[in-house]
């Protein structure tokens, strides 16, 4: 509940931003995973005064609404050495020592700290990081980042069990407008898969199929039928604004399709003061076995 809390007082504020704005403004793709204070800086630098002040009331009505608090108690750290660490765990660990935060804002800021390697597959266009167990072609071993990435892994677990306490995985895998075409996952465990927006995205989508489908796509020599209605939304809110995490089955084929404009576009700061970059991408957590489900991003 409190992450999604902290998701949906992100999205109103977005959303609010994105409405006073001058006609014409153009956002960065990154703003999609700015945290509430960096929007809200955002906002103050962007608005006239009359505007920023509609949002300042927006934010004392969204206080008023709230039904619960956002600040929950982190894992304990795990101490890492800061000078050989990378971006995104140092980010982590500083999160765990606070020992108390909102869980939504710590994984999102260390999830775009991560170093993305691009994705191999010959169906897939973008970039992925990978942390746990994995089995590839018989073989089975340890994702070279994860011993790198202990508090990070810690983040994303207790992410992970607050939205499915009852989930198990043996892999986490978070991808970066990352476009496919339509494949089988292979070598995926028999339980369920679980899939997690990180972004406040527009046209991410997600094919799976469906024995009740009514649409249907070639796929190899075989024709599969699909979920109707067809496309299903990834983002944060997806699935008419309540927070919702999406199980997959394992036998079904994750068959994806996106829309993609804006890829490869020259990274820039959001605004002079935000210390980091935030790049812009659609983030998918994908906790189990098999690929992840990964889709791209555009800010309109």
């Keep these: 509940m409190h992450m999604q ?3 949906s007082e992100e999205a109103a504020i977005l959303q609010a931003l994105w409405r006073l704005l001058p006609l014409g403004t ?30 300042l009331q927006l934010l004392d009505k969204l206080e008023v609404e709230a039904t619960g608090s956002t600040i929950i108690g982190y894992p304990g750290p795990s101490y890492v050495n800061a ?30 700290e991560l170093e993305y390697q691009p994705d191999a597959r010959p169906f897939a266009q973008g970039r992925y990081a990978k942390f746990g167990l994995y089995s590839k072609g018989g073989l089975v071993g340890m994702a070279k980042q994860t011993s790198q990435h202990v508090s990070t892994c810690r983040l994303l677990n207790a992410a992970t069990l607050s939205v499915r306490p009852e989930h198990r995985w043996t892999s986490i895998t978070i991808g970066m407008d990352n476009e496919t075409l339509p494949h089988v996952d292979q070598g995926n465990a028999t339980f369920l898969s679980l899939l997690l927006g990180l972004t406040h995205h527009v ?12 649409q249907y796509m070639a796929l190899g020599e075989s024709r599969k039928s699909l979920h109707t209605p067809f496309l299903r939304p990834t983002n944060v809110m997806a699935w008419h604004n309540r927070w919702q995490s999406r199980h997959l089955r394992p036998e079904n084929q994750n068959l994806e399709e996106s ?20 790049r812009p991408q659609l983030r998918l957590c994908h906790v189990g076995t098999g690929d992840a489900a990964e889709v791209a991003m555009q800010q309109e």
């Design 5 to 7: 809390l902290a998701a």
């Design 26 to 55: 153009y956002l960065q793709p990154a703003v999609s995973l700015a945290t509430r204070n960096e929007l809200m800086y955002l906002a103050q630098t962007s608005l006239t005064t009359d505007a920023f002040e509609q949002m």
């Design 83 to 112: 000078c050989e660490s990378t971006p995104a765990e140092k980010t982590a660990d500083r999160h765990l020592r606070e020992g108390s935060r909102s869980l939504w804002v710590a994984v999102r800021e260390t999830v775009r």
């Design 203 to 214: 046209h991410g989508e997600l094919w799976l199929e469906s024995v009740d489908g009514s």
């Design 259 to 278: 829309y993609h404009r804006q890829r490869n576009r020259p990274l820039r700061r959001l605004i002079s003061c935000l210390r980091r970059f935030l």
